[in-house]
């Protein structure tokens, strides 16, 4: 592993946030300030290919990247914000169902926040 590589993998792993690229990218530079964004590009890459990092696809948002602890994701269909959640693991279930035929998954459910649900009950109110 090179250093690039520890470097992004240490980054994505004590974030406490979901970051994207650039975020990754930024954080990079102030431990080292010669890196360049195609640099964390090909390592989040090679780090998602070899199941030391997931990626975490959201339809009109930029790509983020979390850390392999077993845990699902809340994604706000309003603002798109994400939450890690604590679902007890339904492997077992999947695995029955598919007959044993069940290598992974992810669960992301989507709901609304409090702060949007907040904000479209004032809409909603302002209306009336």
Request: a negative charge; aromatic letters at 4%.
């Amino acid at each position: 592993m090179t250093k690039n590589n520890r470097m992004i993998m240490d980054i994505v792993n004590s974030a406490c946030d979901h970051p994207s690229a650039e975020q990754i990218f930024e954080r990079a530079k102030e431990k080292n300030p010669n890196v360049v964004l195609a640099t964390v590009y090909n390592n989040l890459n090679s780090l998602v290919k070899g199941g030391k990092i997931r990626r975490i696809s959201i339809s009109g948002k930029a790509d983020c990247y979390d850390n392999m602890i077993r845990h699902d994701h809340k994604v706000c269909i309003n603002c798109g914000c994400i939450s890690d959640i604590m679902i007890d693991d339904i492997s077992a279930l999947i695995d029955e169902r598919l007959e044993g035929n069940f290598l992974s998954y992810d669960l992301c459910v989507r709901y609304i926040c409090d702060d949007c649900r907040e904000e479209l009950l004032g809409e909603i109110i302002t209306d009336i």
